[in-house]
């Protein structure tokens, strides 16, 4: 296990990614607050719940490992980056912040229809503005963006192993909340994915209901 410098990325990587998830908690506590659930963070669904099981330690160790890297003064294979770039590292956590930028602009505005996933109890009111004009989904393409940059400014092969944990989890659970609103809300969120991009815009114009 060679010794190992202070990678300064690697903490900035922990601390924006730590930054987000805390977020994350705030507003389950605040939707707790404010309607009586918590935003599905244990979701009433069964399928939820079992994906939670496998997501929840990938976010924890998404935290943790880049802290990890940044501290230990010995690391194990799993946890030695495969290059120390800074050309590559830096311009990475950059990307990093700006996606969590992005996405403290989207939860403001989701406001109250703020969820973690699917609860069949319970109707929120779509949300066709802002980011969703152009993107069905710019959470989760903001966390998928989140994680790649993560995995370009730490790139241990734990990382990477994180990383294709995550991102396969977010592809899945945006198709899922996309049949169920579809069931949910009919056509008005059926036109919607029609005319708009799962997480690529399929236009730059706007959409707007009932164009």
Request: with cysteine; proline share 9%.
């Amino acid at each position: 296990m060679p010794v190992m410098h202070r990678n300064w990325p690697a903490l900035a990587i922990g601390l924006i990614v730590g930054f987000y998830w805390a977020r994350v908690i705030k507003l389950v506590l605040k939707t707790r607050l404010d309607t009586g659930r918590a935003a599905n963070f244990v979701p009433p669904e069964l399928l939820g719940r079992i994906l939670r099981i496998i997501w929840y330690p990938t976010v924890t160790a998404w935290i943790v490992v880049p802290l990890i890297i940044a501290f230990a003064r010995r690391l194990p294979p799993p946890l030695i980056p495969l290059y120390t770039d800074p050309l590559i590292t830096w311009p990475a956590v950059a990307v990093a912040s700006a996606a969590l930028y992005g996405t403290l602009i989207c939860w403001r505005k989701m406001g109250r229809s703020w969820r973690m996933g699917i609860d069949p109890g319970e109707k929120t009111q779509l949300v066709f503005t802002g980011a969703y004009a152009y993107v069905r989904h710019p959470i989760y393409a903001l966390s998928s963006l989140l994680m790649l940059a993560s995995a370009a400014a730490v790139p241990a092969p734990l990382m990477i192993a994180l990383a294709v944990i995550h991102l396969t989890f977010l592809q899945w659970e945006a198709r899922r909340e996309e049949r169920y609103l579809v069931q949910l809300h009919g056509a008005d969120y059926g036109s919607y994915l029609s005319h708009v991009g799962r997480f690529i815009p399929k236009a730059l114009r706007a959409y707007s209901p009932g164009t």
